[in-house]
């Protein structure tokens, strides 16, 4: 598949292995609002991944039954504040991945992120490979992030590429929802946040174990 002129990837699930940075970012923000997180229960923050980073902080205070009192836009800032600070505590690479980006070094590659573009951006550096990556689309307000073919439009009409020969690489539903919606070749991984049962469910071009068979479909 030499056609593929546009890589588009995932950030977490699917490039790094994120699921317990969100949990100390969630912790960070609940003592922030003098809540306890003693009880906090990680694998049900991590399921929370996925949506944009108001929707994940509704979530976790819904899981705290903090209802009522909580200004979700002071809480972005906290969890922003955090991730700044933090940029990738408790984060590390899936297995591969360097292989895998080394491997298209010759093919234009983007992130595209339900993270704020700022978040990603700290992220990428401080696990040193923001060097890949000509840019970041992220979610970074006018409701312009996945599942929506907003952000994907976006990164297209920027880098003047077709459509037919760009592929969404994610770990969730929403990552291939939004590469269908965009009209883009997409391909699930099994290894991230997301089961296989729900990726199957929305029928992605490619579905793949390891990041490095990745090589084969658009090498």
């Known amino acids: 598949m030499n056609h593929i002129e546009l890589l588009m990837f995932d950030l977490d699930g699917t490039l790094i292995d994120s699921g317990m940075t969100l949990v100390y970012g969630a912790q960070y923000v609940l003592s922030r609002f003098n809540i306890s997180s003693k009880d906090i229960n990680a694998e049900r923050i991590k399921s929370y991944m996925g949506g944009d980073g108001t929707e994940f902080l509704r979530k976790v205070f819904n899981d705290f039954e903090v209802t009522g009192n909580i200004d979700l836009k002071t809480a972005l800032q906290y969890f922003d504040e955090f991730f700044r600070e ?17 491997f298209f070094s010759s093919k234009r590659k983007i992130i595209l992120t339900n993270r704020s573009k700022e978040v990603a951006e700290y992220t990428l550096k401080h696990l040193d490979i923001a060097k890949y990556f000509e ?75 390891d990041i490095i068979e990745l090589k084969k479909i658009a090498g």
Do not use: W
């Open 86 to 102: 933090n940029p990738a505590k408790g984060s590390e690479l899936f297995p591969n991945v360097l292989e895998v980006l080394d």
């Open 135 to 209: 840019d970041i689309i992220g979610a970074d307000g006018n409701e312009c992030f996945k599942p929506s073919a907003c952000p994907i439009k976006k990164a297209l009409s920027h880098m003047i590429i077709d459509k037919h020969k760009s592929l969404m690489v994610g770990d969730m539903n929403v990552d291939i929802q939004a590469g269908k919606n965009a009209g883009v070749l997409t391909c699930g991984v099994t290894y991230g946040i997301g089961t296989r049962e729900e990726i199957e469910k929305e029928n992605p071009d490619f579905l793949i174990d």
